[in-house]
Nanobody
């Protein structure tokens, strides 16, 4: 069974950067989109951004526009999230997901913690 494994989370000061990675352990098949979600303590899970196999991206969440960039390496079955100018409100567990079309997400990673200190 295909799994998604995230890495790259950690503790960073406000204004700093992190790059998250998510690698699929096998072929994703019809799950042509990969994306990132996040969930802060006490809040609902929030969609951040998605990317199709052909490189086309969804809209970014307003809260991260201009600061976060998604990219993908199909040969490595890996999606990245470059996060710059981090803010304390970016603190959350970040989840990688995959699914068909970028509108349905049915495969999830275990999550990676990102903590931004002020």
């Amino acid at each position: 069974q295909v799994q998604l494994v995230e890495s790259g989370g950690g503790l960073v000061q406000a204004g700093g950067s992190l790059r998250l990675s998510c690698t699929a352990s096998g072929r994703l098949g019809s799950r042509d989109a990969m994306g990132w979600f996040r969930q802060a303590p006490g809040k609902e899970r929030e969609f951040v951004v998605g990317i199709r196999r052909n490189g086309g991206t969804t809209n970014y969440a307003d809260s991260v526009k201009g600061r976060f960039t998604i990219s993908r390496d199909n040969a490595k079955n890996t999606v990245y999230l470059q996060m710059n100018s981090l803010k304390p409100e970016d603190t959350a567990v970040y989840y990688c997901a995959a699914g068909p079309g970028g509108v349905a997400w049915d495969l999830w990673g275990q999550g990676t913690q990102v903590t931004v200190s002020s």
